[in-house]
């Protein structure tokens, strides 16, 4: 049974992904894609999985470095199976919510307590979100075609709106406001919903706490999470070169924070559908004519895929074929624990 829930939803996904790949590819393909596909270079392949390993090698340190403030230690095969894991279930849930509960599995596995492992995902998440806000504007400056549709001052002002939140919050916590104005709003709520807010209030103050301790050590954390992204999103300029055309990189890489920035916020698994249309939108003008879908495939197989393939194979190999009902019964025994 649990196997065939297991099987369906891989099943699901894999046409999912390659109904889409082939709908990108098929709208977006023109004849003299071929020309520039004749030239395309396979040591840029290499270069892009290079990329990737570097990116996937700092998430793993950034993680490292958060377990450290929180004073836990993780091996590096526990590092290697809670970032790739991530990636499995974060494809297989909706709005990749099962990424989070896979992370807190192994490091439960490794010997971390369950609160302190939802802190140190949290803490990381906030990390990789809050360094493509403060990014954003200063690549978006030199992107002409890209501020004629939203003007600079519009992505400065959401910018600072974005990281003026987190700042808020952050001085709010030395304050009882917070959680008086949720417990006035969440009368309104089901008892469940209010435990949430409270419950989801309360980590988020703890890791203010517990971060504000090491502040060079968070500093770490984050150069090591802006180093992480920036590779990973360096495979699409890798592919580029393979077609040998011109581009700015700049310009390329400030296009890719912005689309990864939204697909933070995409509600689909991995953002899948909404990557490769944003894509298809962002470089369109850029590459040669015809070849943005195969681009866009091959970013999202490169970036993407291959590291959900990884992840498959080591959650497995760990919790076998029942992995979804585990991390259904683990959530469950989290939100009761809290």
């Excluded at 896979?102 to 609160?115: I, L, N, S, T």
């Excluded at 990381?124 to 360094?131: E, W």
């Excluded at 502040?215 to 495979?235: C, H, K, N, Q, W």
Aim: include cysteine; hydrophobic fraction near 55%.
């Amino acid at each position: 049974m649990h196997r065939n829930k297991l099987y369906k939803r891989i099943a699901l996904l894999v046409t999912f992904v390659l109904a889409i790949s082939a709908t990108v590819i098929y709208f977006t393909f023109d004849i003299r894609a071929i020309d520039y596909l004749t030239m395309f270079s396979s040591w840029s392949v290499l270069c892009a999985l290079g990329s990737l390993a570097i990116g996937l090698f700092f998430d793993g340190t950034r993680l490292l470095t958060l377990a450290r403030i929180t004073g836990e230690d993780l091996s590096l095969p526990d590092v290697t199976k809670v970032v790739l894991s991530n990636y499995f279930l974060a494809l297989l849930t909706p709005g990749a919510s099962g990424g989070a509960i896979a992370q807190v599995m192994f490091m439960r596995r490794a010997g971390v307590p369950v609160a302190r492992s939802t802190l140190i995902i949290l803490v990381r998440t906030i990390m990789s979100i809050f360094f493509l806000i403060i990014m954003v504007p200063f690549f978006m400056e030199q992107d002409d075609a890209i501020t004629s549709w939203i003007p600079m001052p519009v992505i400065v002002m959401v910018s600072v709106l974005f990281i003026a939140i987190p700042v808020t919050a952050v001085l709010l916590m030395r304050t009882d406001y917070p959680e008086r104005i949720i417990y006035y709003f969440s009368q309104y709520f089901k008892h469940e919903r209010r435990r949430q807010a409270f419950r989801w209030y309360h980590d988020f103050r703890q890791a203010v706490y517990i971060m504000g301790k090491q502040p060079v050590m968070v500093l770490r954390a984050f150069i090591e999470s802006g180093v992480s992204l920036t590779f990973i999103y360096l495979t699409v300029p890798c592919f580029f070169m393979g077609l040998q055309f011109p581009f700015d990189l700049v310009q390329v890489l400030g296009r890719m924070y912005l689309l990864n920035l939204v697909l933070y916020f995409s509600p689909t698994p991995g953002g899948s559908g909404i990557a490769e249309a944003g894509f298809v939108v962002l470089f369109s003008p850029i590459v040669p004519n015809g070849t943005v879908g195969i681009l866009a495939v091959l970013w999202r197989f490169a970036a993407e895929y291959l590291p959900f393939v990884l992840g498959a194979c080591i959650t497995l190999r760990a919790f076998g074929s029942n992995v979804l009902s585990v991390a259904e019964k683990h959530a469950e025994k989290k939100g009761n624990e809290e």
